[in-house]
């Protein structure tokens, strides 16, 4: 092969000078046809070539060694050949005149290249704006000089890393509600999609086919406020992994120290404020803060119904002549 420089002279003898494929040859000095193959050569690309690997010796039996190996893959562990036993069935069953060496090298080689092809491969989520993902957390706050237990519902949302929380003494389902209502008012607006585990204030069973009977309330709030919920697998709380990663992020940076507060407003609204001072910080990926971010997520947000859903719960219980409840009251 003849270097570029040759390559290029040829090339201009051709289409400048207009010498013959002969004349070409007589004065670079090669053969006619390497002369005409630069000369007229229209695609100056470089190939690019996948390198084959050369086995002199072991190239007929390449094969065998394949199908052996997929084979064995449909085996126990501690019953599939190993190196040597491919080796000595080449050299007896099929005459193979080479070493174990050269055996041993290629089903190595060709091991790890069918783990590779086996490997999962992952590709990056990309969270499109106007999507939530809502989960309980557990915190302590002082209140009275003791320990409190308090639930925190979180709601963040993937696209700008921003989140929203809201503290509730249980997590029924009056309770649960509430803090989304009012998250969709400190948000200003409503998420079109939120993510959900299968939690018992909205979910009350899971058919055999996957879909969930949710409760009255639950579908009701839905319904008013115009999103649609969306569930994960069971047991599978890392299908809304960004949320589950902001709890303990909060637990971690708002409520160490465990907060001292004395009403429930207070903790709201320390909680709220610290949520909101969060968001100066930059944004893990993207460099621009989570507040920039969340202003270009916001105008993906439905808007908020011009009434808000009243939450409560009726219970119905019979009075003794002292006007008192003697029976256990029931929901309706």
Known sequence: MLKVPQQQYIRFLREVEGCSIQEIAERVQVNWRTAKKYADRDDWNEPVCKRKGRHPVLGPYIEIIDTWLEEDERLPRKQRHTAVR?????????????????VSEYVSKRKKAMASERAEHFERLEHPGGEAQADFGTVYVVKSGELVERKVLTLSFPYSNAAFVFPVPKENTECFLEALGRLFQQMGGVPRKIWFDNLSAAVMSIQHDGKRECTEAFRRFCAHYRFEPLFCNPYSGHEKGHVENKVGYGRRNWCVPPPVIDTPEQLETYLAEAARADMQRPHYVKK????????????????????????FRLETCHLNKYAEPWSMPFTR
């Open 86 to 102: 491919m080796f000595q069935r080449l050299r007896d069953e099929h005459g193979f005149p080479g070493g174990q060496r050269t």
């Open 288 to 311: 621009q803060t989570i507040a920039e971010l969340w202003e270009q997520e916001k105008c993906k947000l439905l808007t908020l119904p011009t009434t808000p859903l009243e939450i």
